[in-house]
T-cell receptor, first 114, second 111 residues
Framework: DADVTQTPRNRITKTGKRIMLECSQT?????MYWYRQDPGLGLQLIYYSFDVKDINKGEISDGYSVSRQAQAKFSLSLESAIPNQTALYFCATSEGGTGFNEQFFGPGTRLTVL | KQEVTQIPAALSVPEGENLVLNCSFTDSAIYNLQWFRQDPGKGLTSLLL?????REQTSGRLNASLDKSSGRSTLYIAASQPGDSATYLC??????????FGKGTTLSVSS
């Protein structure tokens, strides 16, 4: 079984709808991240969480919110989806501690907003 | 603001060639640098992680080097194979944030 899983893998929705993307991990890592990838732009950080009580905004957090329900679960919500949020979304995890450790990525969720 | 650049954007080579992918970053105050592989429409697979105190890391046919002072890293792939065809991403980990990515180099290895 994959260590980092994302659901759904593909989603098509309409402008104005609320969407939730979910991420689960079995690696026992404290830190979790959400990134989005757009063609030609690379990956950009949306939100990250260093433990269950910690939530931090990344460089492109506007229009998104997150919830860290447990150590193993980190969900991303689009409150009112818009077409320019069409992208590939990745969840990632890493160990905690004093350093910054290797990050492991999920398979991605392809989101299309019509 | 940290910026990560990867050159070339695309590269085509025949099978068996040794090749080098380049990554540069503007701020040398990094914790580590990570190389990833991404297949079309798929997730990212971590290839190598180099801590800021290290000069290089090796895994099989892959060797990554880091020169923090000059803001450069290279990924060397020996004896390339068609299965190596993918996009290779470089990312730096800077204190207080998560990874900052380059846009990638898309490699095509022909048989």
């Amino acid at each position: 079984d994959a260590d980092v899983t994302q659901t759904p893998r593909n989603r098509i929705t309409k402008t104005g709808k609320r969407i939730m993307l979910e991420c689960s991990q079995t690696k026992g890592h404290d830190r979790m991240y959400w990134y989005r990838q757009d063609p030609g732009l690379g990956l950009q950080l949306i939100y990250y969480s260093f433990d269950v009580k910690d939530i931090n905004k990344g460089e492109i957090s506007d229009g998104y919110s997150v919830s860290r329900q447990a150590q193993a679960k980190f969900s991303l919500s689009l409150e009112s989806a818009i077409p320019n949020q069409t992208a590939l979304y990745f969840c990632a995890t890493s160990e905690g501690g004093t350093g910054f450790n290797e990050q492991f990525f999920g398979p991605g969720t392809r989101l299309t907003v019509l | 603001k940290q910026e990560v650049t990867q050159i070339p954007a695309a590269l085509s080579v025949p099978e068996g060639e040794n090749l080098v992918l380049n990554c540069s970053f503007t701020d040398s105050a990094i914790y580590n640098l990570q190389w990833f592989r991404q297949d079309p429409g798929k997730g990212l697979t971590s290839l190598l992680l180099i801590q800021s105190s290290q000069r290089e890391q090796t895994s099989g046919r892959l060797n990554a080097s880091l020169d923090k002072s000059s803001g450069r890293s290279t990924l060397y792939i020996a004896a390339s194979q068609p299965g190596d065809s993918a996009t290779y991403l470089c990312a730096v980990n800077q204190a207080g944030t998560a990874l900052i990515f380059g846009k990638g180099t898309t490699l095509s290895v022909s048989s």
